[in-house]
């Protein structure tokens, strides 16, 4: 796919994102909107996948550790064609499959209920570990907010992968620089970053987050590294794409009311008419 | 009772695995560097390559588990009850218990059987904790044979479930060429008529001894043996409730959410009952022999017979 492609589909995730939030008058934008390029490069170019066919078991796997920016997963899912685009309006209602945080009970092709932050890349890293004892080829990939790496259990994972040599194993931190209670450089820094994850014998690619191009390179790299997981760091913007959410705190957990929806469709729009 | 074999539940455990993974490809063992205490090191070197050793981490440990478990392996969870049940709780609830993924947690050195160790690794809360979780079968095998069955168990049940295994040789107490286990079945040991003794784990083989001693003085006890705390054997709590009318549990855990809260509440729904729970009475354990701290606790032979007659007058 060419760049234009995507951010045209990264476009249309973002407005998923922000009319499933608006719906539920609930949920995560903010960290959904910084991790939307991520999310359609995964699921439309990097990931071995087949919305038709969602348990197939060569399938690559992601793992949503950042559970709560469940609107994006749900939104590029929709656009990769796992279910309709108009069912993520039910977001975080009574009967949805649209769980608030991402549910594999709930809902086909999640392959892993997540939420509780720390999680996931534990089991990113026991889906890695069953490839490399059967001798398969499937990748497995995991995404985590930058604030979540606070959790230990973070770092216990990073120490089983890096000793394991799990190269079947790409983490991706969204490092979007914000948390719920400010900037994760006020709250408890987990800077610096790489050089964590460089500790623990990964493979460390910094990247823009934003950045097709770069993307393309990073995930190209991790592909071809051998004896070592890869950490990619993608420096992103909290609230991409909707102008009064861009880089604010206070949207991290917040739905917009109806005006605020609408303005925010109304930048979406224009920066989808400038990629037509 | 003079001459009973006696196992530790941990080796029936490590035995039984071993038997496992020859006719089930499937199965990994997991460990959080206590192989050697766990007896998954004698798994480990029957089968290296399916021997996962996560070191000192166990919340991470459940999370591999689950991302195994959603791949088709069936992993057996191996470290203290303590550390499996307790610090690992919201993985297993969140990780293992909410995607309701296959894997199976052993729990060893459960209860103050562990004894010198003391109370920081007296694990007397495990069977309540894992009782919460949805879909979380929950058993205490009380012996040898039993342990074994309850693995075996394990792998063909589809879902998670939880296994309590002990530190010290316990005596073997389902010895009988009839001896059947089905999970979620208890079983009736001895018949009686003037009171009930529900048992679990090493409770049963007191409750056998207390039985005896009260045949003695005249009392008829009726002993039963739940393996399986969840799901519970719902008819047999009540039926024997029902014959006795009066009943007593057995377990070395809190009297608070293991074996006696769950026959409570099956008696208080469906068969009103007095039951006097015979356990750790909300209090911490402390160093000393097994046979010394189930000795001070009333959990031994002679304090399941001193509860129960005390409760009868």
Redesign the interface.
Same mark, same amino acid.
């Given at each position: 796919m060419t760049n234009k492609e995507l951010q045209k589909i990264a476009n249309e995730v973002r407005k998923g994102i922000v009319t499933a939030v608006h719906a539920a008058g609930a949920g995560h934008p903010g960290g959904s909107l910084s991790a939307a390029d991520i999310f359609t490069y995964l699921y439309f170019e990097e990931m071995n996948i087949d919305p038709k066919d969602p348990a197939k078991?060569d399938r690559d796997?992601f793992?949503l550790s950042k559970g709560h920016t469940a609107p994006g997963l749900y939104s590029v899912m929709a656009q990769r064609g796992y279910f309709p685009v108009e069912e993520l309006t039910t977001l975080r209602k009574l009967g949805s499959r649209l769980q608030g945080h991402p549910?594999?009970?709930y809902l086909q092709g999640i392959?892993?209920?997540s939420?509780?932050l720390?999680?996931?890349?534990?089991?990113?890293?026991?889906?890695?570990?069953?490839?490399k004892?059967?001798n398969k080829d499937y990748r497995t990939y995991t995404l985590l907010g930058d604030g979540e790496i606070e959790e230990?259990?973070v770092w216990?994972?990073a120490?089983?992968a890096g000793?394991r040599k799990l190269d079947n194993l790409v983490v991706i931190v969204d490092n979007n620089g914000l948390q719920i209670d400010g900037p994760v450089t006020e709250v408890c820094s987990p800077y610096p970053i790489d050089k964590k994850f460089e500790a623990f014998n990964f493979h460390v690619i910094n990247v823009d987050a934003h950045d097709f191009d770069a993307l393309r390179a990073a995930f190209k790299e991790a592909r071809e590294t051998k004896g070592q997981p890869t950490a990619i760091i993608a420096h992103s913007l909290k609230g991409k794409g909707v102008s009064f959410m861009e880089g604010q705190v206070s949207w991290h957990g917040v739905a917009p009311n109806d005006e605020q929806y609408a303005q925010a469709m109304e930048d979406l729009n224009k920066i989808g008419e400038a990629l037509a | 009772m003079s001459e009973v074999k006696k196992i530790a539940t941990r080796d029936s455990y490590g035995k039984e695995l071993i038997e496992l993974a020859k006719v089930n490809d499937k199965v990994?063992v997991l460990d959080a560097d206590l192989a050697a205490a766990t007896r998954t090191g004698w798994f480990k070197k029957e089968f290296p390559?399916?021997h996962?050793d $996560? *070191?000192i981490?166990e $919340?991470?440990?459940? *999370?591999?588990?689950? *991302?195994?478990?959603?791949? *088709?392996?069936i992993?057996f969870v191996s470290t203290f009850a303590m550390f499996a049940t307790g610090r690992a709780f919201?993985?297993v609830r969140?990780?293992i218990g909410?995607?309701?993924l296959n894997v199976k947690i052993g729990g060893t050195h459960a209860g103050i059987t562990v004894g010198e160790d003391g109370a920081s690794h007296q694990c007397n809360e495990d069977l309540a904790l894992m009782r919460t979780i949805p879909g979380m079968v929950v058993m205490c095998p009380a012996d040898d044979i039993e342990a074994r069955a309850c693995v075996r168990a394990a792998a063909e049940h589809v879902g998670p479930v939880y296994i309590r295994f002990g530190r010290a040789a316990c005596p073997v107490v389902n010895d009988r060429p009839d001896y059947k286990f089905e999970l979620g079945k208890g079983t009736l040991l001895r018949e009686g008529t003037d009171v009930s003794i529900i048992a679990t784990g090493i409770g049963v083989g007191s409750a056998l001894e207390a039985a005896e001693k009260l045949a003695a003085d005249g009392i008829s006890a009726e002993v039963v043996n739940i393996c399986t705390i969840k799901p519970i054997d719902r008819e047999l709590v009540v039926a024997t409730a029902k014959k006795t009318g009066k009943v007593v549990t057995v377990e070395e855990h809190s009297v608070i959410g293991g074996l006696g809260s769950a026959v409570c509440d099956v008696l208080s729904e469906e068969c009103p009952t007095v039951v006097k729970k015979i356990g750790m009475q909300d209090k911490f354990g402390e160093s000393g022999s097994a046979a010394a701290l189930v000795k001070k606790y009333g959990l031994d032979g002679d304090g399941v017979y001193a509860s129960v007659k005390e409760f009868l007058k």
């Amino acid at each position: 796919m060419t760049n234009k492609e995507l951010q045209k589909i990264a476009n249309e995730v973002r407005k998923g994102i922000v009319t499933a939030v608006h719906a539920a008058g609930a949920g995560h934008p903010g960290g959904s909107l910084s991790a939307a390029d991520i999310f359609t490069y995964l699921y439309f170019e990097e990931m071995n996948i087949d919305p038709k066919d969602p348990a197939k078991p060569d399938r690559d796997r992601f793992v949503l550790s950042k559970g709560h920016t469940a609107p994006g997963l749900y939104s590029v899912m929709a656009q990769r064609g796992y279910f309709p685009v108009e069912e993520l309006t039910t977001l975080r209602k009574l009967g949805s499959r649209l769980q608030g945080h991402p549910s594999m009970q709930y809902l086909q092709g999640i392959d892993m209920s997540s939420g509780s932050l720390g999680q996931g890349i534990s089991v990113a890293c026991g889906m890695a570990l069953s490839a490399k004892l059967d001798n398969k080829d499937y990748r497995t990939y995991t995404l985590l907010g930058d604030g979540e790496i606070e959790e230990g259990q973070v770092w216990e994972a990073a120490m089983f992968a890096g000793f394991r040599k799990l190269d079947n194993l790409v983490v991706i931190v969204d490092n979007n620089g914000l948390q719920i209670d400010g900037p994760v450089t006020e709250v408890c820094s987990p800077y610096p970053i790489d050089k964590k994850f460089e500790a623990f014998n990964f493979h460390v690619i910094n990247v823009d987050a934003h950045d097709f191009d770069a993307l393309r390179a990073a995930f190209k790299e991790a592909r071809e590294t051998k004896g070592q997981p890869t950490a990619i760091i993608a420096h992103s913007l909290k609230g991409k794409g909707v102008s009064f959410m861009e880089g604010q705190v206070s949207w991290h957990g917040v739905a917009p009311n109806d005006e605020q929806y609408a303005q925010a469709m109304e930048d979406l729009n224009k920066i989808g008419e400038a990629l037509a | 009772m003079s001459e009973v074999k006696k196992i530790a539940t941990r080796d029936s455990y490590g035995k039984e695995l071993i038997e496992l993974a020859k006719v089930n490809d499937k199965v990994v063992v997991l460990d959080a560097d206590l192989a050697a205490a766990t007896r998954t090191g004698w798994f480990k070197k029957e089968f290296p390559d399916r021997h996962i050793d $996560c *070191g000192i981490a166990e $919340c991470n440990m459940m *999370g591999i588990a689950a *991302g195994l478990a959603t791949t *088709g392996k069936i992993p057996f969870v191996s470290t203290f009850a303590m550390f499996a049940t307790g610090r690992a709780f919201e993985q297993v609830r969140n990780s293992i218990g909410y995607p309701h993924l296959n894997v199976k947690i052993g729990g060893t050195h459960a209860g103050i059987t562990v004894g010198e160790d003391g109370a920081s690794h007296q694990c007397n809360e495990d069977l309540a904790l894992m009782r919460t979780i949805p879909g979380m079968v929950v058993m205490c095998p009380a012996d040898d044979i039993e342990a074994r069955a309850c693995v075996r168990a394990a792998a063909e049940h589809v879902g998670p479930v939880y296994i309590r295994f002990g530190r010290a040789a316990c005596p073997v107490v389902n010895d009988r060429p009839d001896y059947k286990f089905e999970l979620g079945k208890g079983t009736l040991l001895r018949e009686g008529t003037d009171v009930s003794i529900i048992a679990t784990g090493i409770g049963v083989g007191s409750a056998l001894e207390a039985a005896e001693k009260l045949a003695a003085d005249g009392i008829s006890a009726e002993v039963v043996n739940i393996c399986t705390i969840k799901p519970i054997d719902r008819e047999l709590v009540v039926a024997t409730a029902k014959k006795t009318g009066k009943v007593v549990t057995v377990e070395e855990h809190s009297v608070i959410g293991g074996l006696g809260s769950a026959v409570c509440d099956v008696l208080s729904e469906e068969c009103p009952t007095v039951v006097k729970k015979i356990g750790m009475q909300d209090k911490f354990g402390e160093s000393g022999s097994a046979a010394a701290l189930v000795k001070k606790y009333g959990l031994d032979g002679d304090g399941v017979y001193a509860s129960v007659k005390e409760f009868l007058k």
